[in-house]
């Protein structure tokens, strides 16, 4: 027995309970291994470097970052080099763009050392305002790309990512956050308000959200994708979870949606936005839109729920009138990448006001979310345009990075097509691939003499084999019956792909 | 009725409890004032700028960053730069330690737009451990300033950074976190177990304890300062409201210690050190140590509660093995005053290893602190060293800081002696003043028909008059019957203190 005041037993049986797969054992245990291979590998590990296809960290893996968002960081980190600005122009090739952003932001900010109002730079939040709102340029490049190119050319992307809804978006219902992650947590915790309190989830899903509700004491109801169809919303799924959650007394009262999807970037038409906002009204749910991937799209296109709800507002005027829709974005995933710099936002619909101020009570007790961070928001919702001297560079890095992960993912399917009992359908987004797997029998009893399920150790055999970490679907959560991992295709090269083609043919060898 | 699904009475209602003062509503208030005089005062504000001297915010009060520290980062947001080494030397001033920092930092981190281990990265963690652990030099070099000078010379503060307890840290127990309140969310979310579940807290505290409280439906266990002491740690205080909380059934867990103190930067003595520390061990609490304001202090020494357990234990084996012990620290504060960069750290001393194990997965929820702020975390434990390139500048401005903030403390604190019905302690360190106020009885009939306290509602008609927004003692909190204001005293000039003077002399009279 512990002498100690905490004990398993004594703290916070939530955060016991919550489960976090993505940085779990896996992810522990690889990091175990790179500082082993940094000492010398000393331990014999048989590979020589750690992929960490656990998570979707483009930085770690050598994606290099935009070099016009960095440059005006690097000012605005040390704005004495404004100082200097004909060294900077003139040996350094920082574009008069750059200098000028720097200055801009500087003002918005006064110093990046400064805390910031609680939900953000107010002038970086009317920059997300005019992105969010400037959606008639998206639609008409957008339609020139798809008209006028396949696969898409490099312009693509940007051209997406300067604008989004064609509709009026009001900056004091933007709040700018540490990343998405901490607008979900911030969202959730408003929003439950005990342990009867309901929230449905996709599955599989980000695990944030089972986490986070673990925490709070709340229930998810999860709501099944539908692995045939690209792992698209099915809406008969989420009508059945909720009417069995009713039925067992759940008072449900917000449904998430990742879309484009987490884990595997299907987009949603817009008939099933339409048609979740309609159950949304119907059965007076919050809608959370977790779109952190909208710009990770390979296959058809990204459309907001922000504007979807505005087009049925307008269609059927006060019939959509009392909708709460939350919708989230970060600058960690997309072509921009900047997971460590933790910034993000969230966008408020329809909510009540004094919830509203609630909300703001909850995010000012943590003061601010990274100022640097909230200039690389302002950077990602207003890009150099046209016309601009850092255009032409930023779009053709954009480009170039749509297009890597795009080929890197077009590789490992093909690599998952040709390995038995594997099946995974062809990439459509997101950072992700999750193929289904299926084991032989005696690999399930192996593991289950291990204490884990067969996917756990099927992903701890493949990192001890290879340095290659993945994450088993029961992370996310799957049907009964059925094993997944999830694997992102950040990571450059192909040597990496063949050593889990090889281990794979071993174990099934093995466990036959 | 509202019409929406959440409102007030539907929303998580230890959310709608929470209280939080010093983002409350005269920031709010400060902040729309600060807008207008932006836009030309169109309403006649009767003053010309907003001091914001209700949160500890150096920078934004014009406080200029240690330059090492930002160009470093300026070249970890870029690290194109370190292609141009030539030009940073020798036309930007760049020493060859902020590139080999910069070089090294990079390697640590490969991108400060990447990830990093959930706890940080981890060389970050020993550079940690190695200030924590480096106190031979720090001693020697304290007791040199103590008998050479007085009042402090240039060198001492950065010589108080340069290593800390003179024991052995491991920095497996470093969890670094994105500012110290991030840090205190964690460690309150895995040690409250239910609303029976008390902490013990300093009142005047500062409020992020009682807001996190509310929100996770634990109890605050209040224990008074003594005003009469500077605000010192009055034992039979602790004594007694440890006592009446068990009284009436509450499980009381953890005792909180701010040292040196918010809201008046008073330095605990060893001997109530030890003190608390015997306290703990006898009704077996888990201590948290909050030290951010370690290196503010102008009157005493700072004197680490993890330097005095480890004298306990080597004293005494045995006795103190079992204490469990949280101690955190901040790059916010002291001369550093990055607020906005997020970054921080917490020491973990005695904990299980299940819990451990738990707060490491609570914090992998979030991913990881800003990469940029741990980068800083890492310069403020591991500054220039004498003999280094840009040691003398990294003095000179880290002891100009420190005097600006002494000279400022002592020019405010004379001018409240002048004031009527106001009494304030002598300034003793961090940021903060909390003078204690004597209003008339007209003041507070005024107020109580406004529906506010008398302190808030002085704070408002300050405000209101001069721009100047301080913080109501109500929201640390106070005696019954006495009144407060916290201030702090970072704002350049004495213009803003004149107008304090001036209003408080013309409020007197209104309401005598």
């Known amino acids: ?99 000028a952003r720097a200055r801009t932001l500087l003002q918005y900010c006064q110093s990046v050392g400064a805390y910031s109002a609680s939900a953000g730079v107010p002038q970086i939040k009317e920059s997300v305002a005019a992105f969010l709102e400037s959606g008639l ?10 008209v006028s190119c ?16 064609g509709f009026p978006a009001d900056p004091s219902h933007i709040y700018l956050s540490g990343g998405a992650s901490s607008g979900v947590n911030t969202l959730l915790n408003v929003i439950c308000a005990g342990p009867d309190s309901g929230i449905m989830i996709p599955i599989p899903q980000y695990p944030l959200y089972t986490a986070t509700l673990s925490i709070l004491n709340a229930q998810p109801v999860p709501y099944y994708l539908d692995e045939a169809k690209g792992w698209g919303t099915d809406f008969e799924s989420i009508k059945s979870a909720y009417a069995a959650a009713k039925a067992r007394g759940v008072d449900v009262r917000c449904i998430v949606i990742i879309n484009p999807g987490n884990p595997t970037g299907s987009s949603l038409p817009e008939e099933d936005i339409r048609a979740v906002l309609e159950f949304a009204r119907q059965e007076q749910l919050v809608v959370l839109a977790d779109e952190v991937y909208q710009t990770n799209v390979f296959v058809g296109k990204f459309t907001s729920f922000k504007a979807i709800l505005r087009r049925l507002q307008q269609e059927q005027p006060g019939r959509y009138d009392d909708i709460e829709l939350a919708s989230l974005h970060s600058i960690s995933k997309g072509m921009v990448g900047e997971c460590g710099h933790r910034g993000g936002y969230f966008e408020l619909v329809g909510f009540d006001a004094e919830v509203e101020a609630n909300i703001y009570k909850f995010i000012s007790i943590m003061l601010c979310p990274p100022v640097i961070g909230q200039c690389l928001v302002e950077l990602m919702v207003n890009p150099p345009r046209e016309g601009e001297p850092s255009y032409e560079q930023y779009q053709a890095e954009y480009g170039a990075i749509y297009k890597d992960l795009r080929d890197r993912a077009t590789a490992l399917h ?81 040597e990496w792909v063949g050593s889990i083609v090889q281990f794979h043919q071993g174990f099934m060898e093995k466990y036959r």
């Not at 701890?460 to 295709?489: K, N």
């Open 137 to 146: 340029r998206f639609f008409f490049l957008f339609s020139l790309f798809c």
């Open 1 to 99: 027995m512990s002498s100690k005041r905490l004990t398993l037993g004594s703290i916070n049986q939530h955060v016991v309970a919550a489960k976090y797969a993505v940085r779990g054992e896996l992810a522990v245990r690889s990091e175990q291994y790179r500082a082993e291979l940094l000492q010398g590998n000393p331990n014999k590990l048989p590979f020589s470097q750690v992929i960490s296809a656990n998570i979707g960290n483009p930085q770690q893996l050598g994606q290099k970052p935009l070099t016009f968002f960095r440059q005006v960081c690097s000012i605005l980190e040390n704005p004495d080099l404004l100082k200097a600005e004909g060294v900077l122009v003139d040996q350094l090739g920082y574009k008069p763009d750059v200098i």
């Open 414 to 494: 093909a690599a998952f097509s040709q390995m038995e009992g594997v099946e995974c359908g062809e990439p459509q987004g997101a950072m992700y691939l999750f193929p289904t797997i299926k084991l032989p029998v005696k690999a399930a009893e192996a593991a289950a003499a291990e204490g884990r399920t067969a996917d756990e150790f099927y992903c701890m055999r493949l990192l001890e084999a290879t340095g290659v970490c993945v994450v088993p679907g029961s992370g996310f959560g799957q049907r009964d019956g059925s094993l997944h991992f999830r694997t992102t295709f950040l990571a450059p090269g192909i």
């Open 150 to 165: 396949s696969p898409p050319a490099v312009r693509t992307p940007n051209d997406i990512a300067t604008g989004r809804d």
